[in-house]
């Protein structure tokens, strides 16, 4: 693929409209949401979503999540059972993605949808990506701003620490709040978990009065893009650990590695897990950074309720087997 100048944008009015533009003309712009950084592409457009997958390396073209502004625009691409509208109404704008049967007027493209039936729908709560995705004027589609395999961004820097020259831009809005993606549910039969997110699976059940089902291994309902070794650091990653071993990076969690001489990172000194998922995909990278290929990254255990269910499937899928 061609380098390109990729410009770095501030989060204003005029930086808003340059991406919108870029946009417009099918061009590929990142920006923040309150999960991570996303690579944005008129879903509308099948040339400027092939140009997500060129630029992001990815191997397959796995169905991408299109961003729309609200409710509204979300029933005019996909058709919203009850359980479908509970969810989007009680979570929207926020970190959950729908998949929902596509309504006869979906305007994203069969590339987008990797040819399925179902498009996957979110309506995002941060006001940068809010007010790009109006200007736009169109669904955005916006996998994680990172090299396919990679750690997602959180940060502008991130994403041009990958995807510089490859890209038309990034929005800079800042470091992201959530810090891990989506929850992804799946409302294309009974309400099933596809992925763990920045919406915790008991607030999901709360409002659904019931269980969320959990994909059958395998089959067609596992969203296609959850490779097992996804999130990958270069280090090799160790998970449950209680003392570091010599050579090791520590990725701590209230305090357990403190003061052993290595280099260690706590994602929630105080134990508090909207702040561990915060800084979960920052600290990996820098760790990593701070390894630089050699060593392991040790992770002390990080317990699985709430966001901690999250947690547990990034950093399972940064310690697999590549
Ligand atoms: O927080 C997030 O969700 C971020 C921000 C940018 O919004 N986006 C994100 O996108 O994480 P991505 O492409 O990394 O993950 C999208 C996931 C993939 O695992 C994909 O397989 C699944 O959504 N997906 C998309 N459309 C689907 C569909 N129709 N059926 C099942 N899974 C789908
Ligand atoms: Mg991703």
Not at 24 to 48: C, H, I, K, Q, W
Not at 165 to 176: E, K, N, P
């Amino acid at each position: 693929m061609t380098e390109i100048a990729t410009l770095r944008l501030a989060a204003d009015p005029a930086g808003i409209a340059a991406a919108a533009a870029i946009l417009r003309r099918g061009g590929l712009a990142a920006f923040p949401t309150e999960t991570v950084y996303g690579l944005g592409a008129d879903a509308g457009s099948a040339e400027a979503v092939a140009g997500i997958y060129a630029a992001k390396g990815r191997p397959r073209f796995n169905p991408l999540i299109a961003h729309v502004p609200d409710l509204d625009t979300a029933t005019g691409q996909g058709a919203f059972g009850p359980d479908a509208l509970a969810l989007a109404r009680a979570f929207w704008p926020g970190p959950l993605t729908l998949v929902v049967p596509a309504a006869p007027g979906c305007t994203v493209s069969d590339l987008a949808r990797a040819g399925l039936g179902s498009v996957a729908l979110r309506v995002p709560a941060h006001p940068v990506a809010r007010a790009l995705i109006a200007a736009a004027g169109v669904p955005v589609a916006a996998p994680s701003a990172n090299r396919s395999g990679r750690v997602s961004p959180t940060a502008a820097d991130h994403v041009l620490g990958d995807l510089d020259g490859r890209i038309d831009a990034v929005l800079d809005g800042g470091s992201t709040a959530v810090g891990v993606e989506s929850t992804i549910v799946s409302c294309l039969g009974e309400p099933t978990l596809l992925r763990p997110g920045g919406v915790t699976r008991e607030a999901i059940e709360a409002v659904l009065g019931r269980a969320l089902a959990a994909p059958a291994a395998g089959g067609p309902t596992v969203a296609p893009g959850m490779l097992l070794s996804h999130y990958a650091p270069r280090a090799a990653v160790r998970l449950g650990v209680e003392a570091l071993r010599s050579g090791e990076a520590g990725l701590d969690f209230g305090g357990r590695f403190a003061g052993r001489g290595a280099p260690v990172l706590d994602l929630s000194p105080r134990r508090d897990l909207a702040e561990a998922a915060a800084n979960l995909f920052g600290h990996l990278r820098r760790l990593d950074e701070a390894l630089a290929g050699a060593g392991a990254i040790a992770v002390a255990p990080i317990p699985e309720e709430g966001l901690g269910e999250a947690i547990a499937d990034r950093l399972r899928r940064a310690a697999a087997e590549r």
